[in-house]
């Protein structure tokens, strides 16, 4: 999935993306609020991580132009501010959850994963198709019983395509989703791990469809 991180505390924005990113998450980071508000007029995201006190434009500034845009995207603040008032505030700008500084990372990575899976209309953590079964907290994967070894974009692009069964992405779609702004990665690399992933599901009770020229889905092999 891909996340925005906007923080301008270096060795806490650092530790962040590197964490989101150990999971097989796309991470794009910025450090000013405006640049982060120029992005997200062209650009969506899984998830938004946004500190409040920001260099430019602070974080309610962005929350309040992101609803008023009538952006559907979670938003999860960090704040180091832990007056009622300030959390108050965040929430009622449209902020869907919050975190106070200092956090433990634990947490962080259990509440975004809420609002991802909320924002996909999935009760649980766990994602069925056919009989793939993909853990989204020990982001793990199976297929019946038997655990399948993914790697982390792997990971990543299964969990894409099982979360929607029988939704057509197209490989444009998938790049965004699965490499940030900083990564330089052909188009041909989604077909790659189109393909390593294909390998690995071969045996499940559940297909990936190319729809040449349109995109990819996984389909249920019930599916008529």
Same mark, same amino acid.
């Given at each position: 999935?891909?996340?925005?991180?906007?923080?301008?505390?270096?060795?806490?924005? =650092?530790?962040?993306?590197?964490?989101?990113?150990?999971?097989?998450?796309?991470?794009?980071?910025?450090?000013?609020?405006?640049?982060?508000?120029?992005?997200?007029?062209?650009?969506?995201?899984?998830?938004?991580?946004?500190?409040?006190?920001?260099?430019?434009?602070?974080?309610?500034?962005?929350?309040?132009?992101?609803?008023?845009?009538?952006?559907?995207?979670?938003?999860?603040?960090?704040?180091?501010?832990?007056?009622?008032?300030?959390?108050? =505030?965040?929430?009622?700008?449209?902020?869907?959850?919050?975190?106070?500084?200092?956090?433990?990372?634990?947490?962080?990575?259990?509440?975004?994963?809420?609002?991802?899976?909320?924002?996909?209309?999935?009760?649980?953590?766990?994602?069925?198709?056919?009989?793939?079964?993909?853990?989204?907290?020990?982001?793990?994967?199976?297929?019946?019983?038997?655990?399948?070894?993914?790697?982390?974009?792997?990971?990543?692009?299964?969990?894409?395509?099982?979360?929607?069964?029988?939704?057509?992405?197209?490989?444009?779609?998938?790049?965004?989703?699965?490499?940030?702004?900083?990564?330089?990665?052909?188009?041909?690399?989604?077909?790659?791990?189109?393909?390593?992933?294909?390998?690995?599901?071969?045996?499940?009770?559940?297909?990936?469809?190319?729809?040449?020229?349109?995109?990819?889905?996984?389909?249920?092999?019930?599916?008529?």
């Amino acid at each position: 999935m891909r996340i925005l991180l906007v923080e301008d505390t270096l060795d806490v924005g =650092e530790a962040i993306a590197r964490r989101f990113k150990a999971i097989g998450h796309s991470v794009d980071w910025e450090t000013s609020g405006a640049a982060a508000a120029d992005i997200l007029d062209s650009t969506g995201y899984d998830l938004i991580i946004l500190d409040v006190m920001l260099p430019e434009l602070d974080g309610f500034e962005i929350l309040r132009r992101l609803r008023r845009a009538k952006s559907p995207a979670p938003v999860l603040v960090l704040t180091a501010r832990s007056e009622i008032e300030d959390r108050v =505030e965040a929430l009622d700008l449209g902020a869907d959850d919050y975190l106070v500084k200092p956090f433990d990372f634990r947490e962080l990575e259990a509440r975004a994963r809420v609002l991802m899976r909320r924002h996909a209309g999935e009760p649980t953590n766990i994602i069925q198709c056919g009989d793939i079964i993909l853990d989204r907290a020990s982001r793990s994967a199976r297929v019946g019983r038997r655990e399948i070894q993914l790697k982390r974009r792997e990971i990543s692009l299964l969990e894409i395509l099982a979360s929607r069964p029988g939704r057509v992405f197209s490989k444009d779609e998938l790049l965004q989703s699965l490499f940030g702004f900083d990564e330089d990665v052909s188009p041909n690399a989604v077909e790659l791990y189109i393909g390593r992933l294909r390998k690995k599901l071969d045996c499940a009770k559940a297909r990936i469809v190319t729809l040449r020229g349109v995109g990819y889905q996984l389909v249920p092999d019930d599916t008529e």
